[in-house]
């Protein structure tokens, strides 16, 4: 039982480049959530999902896309990298008590 | 809309000594409060629930609504308490962790 993985744990982006954070979860979750984590801002909700197929946004969506095609993945997607997306990048899914959190995708734009 | 709100950036104790963590809330309804660690070179993960009225790793957690406050505290800090706190709220009732809003989070630090 591997609980929530990420993939890559780092990655510099230059500006204007696109890629996808990729997430794992093998608790069978429905719920699913996509966070930043910005040094002394804490973490703000990106994107979540509810259940396959169903996604919504969370406090700072703009510039990412999400996708729920599964209940296992939930990959971010950023289009045109900016240097405000610098960031530590946490997916965590929900079980009845507790979110259960990834380890993490340190991702820097320059 | 709800706020979460951790005054102290930084805290630091020495070993033994008694600490509390302050967050502060604000939301309309009747909140689940929640505290978050994350140990360095770990990820994140929960440590109590208010609605558990647990005591975890010796930590506990009173909800207070009418300060609308809830401190973590601990009467004897130990060295491997050193880590970062979060402060999480959840609107939804009946123990739900759905779409928490965190705090800025407390870096503790606890000296020999």
């Known amino acids: 039982n591997a609980g929530v993985t990420q993939t890559p744990k780092f990655r510099i982006l230059k500006i204007g480049q696109s890629m996808t954070l990729q997430c794992t979860q093998d608790m069978n979750h429905n719920y699913m959530y996509w966070y930043r984590q910005d040094p002394g801002m804490g973490l703000k909700l990106i994107y979540y999902s509810v259940g396959a197929g169903i996604t919504d946004k969370g406090e700072v969506p703009n510039g990412y896309n999400v996708s729920r095609s599964t209940t296992e993945d939930f990959p971010l997607r950023l289009e045109l990298a900016a240097p405000s997306q610098t960031s530590v990048y946490f997916c965590?899914?929900?079980?009845?008590?507790?979110?259960?959190f990834g380890p993490g995708t340190r991702l820097t734009v320059t | 809309a709800q706020r979460v709100t951790q005054p102290e950036k930084l805290l630091s104790v020495f070993k033994g000594a008694p600490v509390e963590l302050k967050c502060n809330y604000s939301?309309?309804?009747?909140?689940?409060l929640f505290w978050y660690v994350q140990y360095s070179r770990q990820r994140l993960q929960l440590l109590l629930r208010h609605i558990s009225r647990e005591s975890i790793k010796g930590f506990t957690a009173d909800l207070n609504k009418g300060e609308t406050s809830f401190h973590l505290k601990k009467p004897f800090a130990q060295e491997e308490d050193s880590a970062m706190y979060y402060c999480a709220l959840s609107g939804l009732s009946g123990g739900s962790n759905y779409k928490l809003t965190f705090g800025k989070g407390t870096l503790l630090t606890v000296n020999p």
């Open positions: 965590a899914s929900s079980g009845l008590y507790e979110q259960y």
């Open positions: 939301y309309s309804g009747s909140p689940e």
